[in-house]
């Protein structure tokens, strides 16, 4: 008799705040389009006002940064399952909106770059300067030709500090991807100190490798930069070049050293002096790219 009080009364008081909950308009607009029995409804009250909150915040709702939602960009919703109900996070128009957006970010690979290249594009670059005229041209150039089929060579971009090299070409590489096409951005002093940390683990030290070197477009930034070894010229930037000259892959660069400065660099080691293997080096590097110099405005400053 107990047992049977006891569930009557949990049973009036699930009524009671189900009674309760239909009196908000949002609440009895969710549970009425739900096809099953208000018996059933009323044992999910708690969750189903949960879901009515989220319900109305959405109704509310003018963007994705304006969202209210326990988890941003996403709706708790119940569905009707069997003789039950089940409840789970849908996403709002807003969110699947932003994904397919962002959908492209897939095709490019950043290694040590700054999160702001994930965002260049075409529309953003600086257009005020007449310093930026023939690169911005050979960029369309290239964008152009090669979402075309057509063979292009990549560019050595120089210049000086702050003006805007890297964002240049990950404007490019982001507006390619959006295209479906494949790319990876290197921080090249960074990139080499990561495989040398990883040498010892062959299996992440040659996917890492293998996937820089065969990727279709690729930007070796900030060439010049980095401490210069054997290894690292030789072994390294040398493989790499040399896979991409054999496989006619556009390649980048960009460096605050001109060609016959890097040239010079790349003849000196921390082992050795060397200019024929430089020589070599550099032919890959003619081979594969075009020389364009950008003197501009320290962007970084402003």
Avoid at 15 to 44: G, H, P, Q, R, W
Avoid at 127 to 144: A, G, M, Q
Avoid at 275 to 298: D, H, Q
């Amino acid at each position: 008799m107990e047992k049977l009080a006891f569930k009557n009364k949990n049973e009036n008081l699930l009524k009671v705040s189900f009674s309760k909950a239909l009196a908000d308009d949002d609440f009895k607009e969710l549970v009425d389009t739900l096809d099953i029995d208000s018996n059933v409804k009323m044992c999910y009250t708690s969750r189903l006002m949960e879901a009515s909150k989220e319900y109305k915040n959405c109704k509310h709702c003018k963007s994705l940064l304006a969202c209210k939602n326990t988890i941003k960009g996403t709706c708790l919703t119940p569905k009707v399952l069997g003789e039950g109900l089940i409840f789970s996070y849908v996403k709002c128009p807003y969110k699947i909106e932003m994904e397919e957006k962002n959908a492209y970010s897939k095709n490019i690979y950043f290694f040590e770059m700054p999160p702001i290249l994930k965002e260049a594009c075409f529309k953003n670059i600086y257009k005020d300067d007449k310093n930026r005229l023939e690169i911005v041209k050979k960029i369309k150039n290239f964008y152009d030709k090669y979402k075309n089929g057509e063979s292009v060579k990549g560019i050595y971009l120089t210049g000086n500090f702050g003006s805007g090299k890297s964002y240049l070409i990950a404007a490019l590489f982001n507006e390619l991807a959006k295209l479906g096409r494949k790319s990876a951005i290197i921080y090249f002093p960074e990139f080499l100190r990561s495989l040398k940390a990883g040498f010892g683990d062959g299996d992440e030290y040659k996917e890492l490798f293998d996937s820089i070197m065969k990727v279709p477009l690729l930007l070796i930034d900030d060439i010049g930069a980095e401490r210069l070894t054997d290894w690292a010229r030789d072994e390294i930037l040398g493989t790499i070049l040399q896979y991409r000259t054999d496989y006619k892959l556009p390649t980048f660069f960009t460096s605050n050293l001109n060609l016959k400065e890097l040239e010079s660099h790349l003849q000196i080691t921390n082992a050795s002096y060397n200019k024929v293997k430089a020589r070599r080096i550099m032919e890959r590097i003619n081979y594969l790219s075009e020389e364009v110099t950008l003197i501009g405005v320290n962007r970084r400053s402003e």
